[in-house]
Nanobody, 122 residues
Framework: QVQLVESGGGLVQAGGSLRLSCAAS????????MSWFRQTPGKERDLVAA????????YYADSVKGRFTISRDNAKNTVGLQMNSLKLEDTAVYYC???????????????WGRGTQVTVSS
């Protein structure tokens, strides 16, 4: 079992920055691909960024490429998402998730945090 707790969400003006953090407890953190998803009301949960267990490979959705950076610290069991140049359309609930395999498919993510709200205002 892996427990995930997100933090760092909040209200920010367009063009600003936020850093999300996810703290993990439980089984060996470095065995898991870690990802950030986001969801807005009435829409599916979408993958934003992913990082392999070692941190050597990352993936970004086209919508955030060049603006967001995912990172992890296996010694501290944390994964972060640095979000720069935020846009109104980045407003969503952001979820941290863990998968035992490298995957971009939502259904492979076995463990989820409860989410943190990010609101970008004009």
């Amino acid at each position: 079992q892996v427990q995930l707790v997100e933090s760092g969400g909040g209200l920010v003006q367009a063009g600003g920055s936020l850093r999300l953090s996810c703290a993990a407890s439980g089984r060996t953190f470095s065995n898991y691909t870690m990802s950030w998803f986001r969801q807005t009301p009435g829409k599916e949960r979408d993958l934003v960024a992913a990082i392999t267990g070692s941190g050597s490979i990352t993936y970004y959705a086209d919508s955030v490429k060049g603006r967001f950076t995912i990172s992890r610290d296996n010694a501290k069991n944390t994964v972060g998402l640095q979000m720069n140049s935020l846009k109104l359309e980045d407003t969503a609930v952001y979820y941290c998730a863990a998968s035992p395999v490298w995957s971009l498919a939502t259904y492979t993510y076995r463990y989820w945090g409860r989410g943190t709200q990010v609101t970008v205002s004009s």
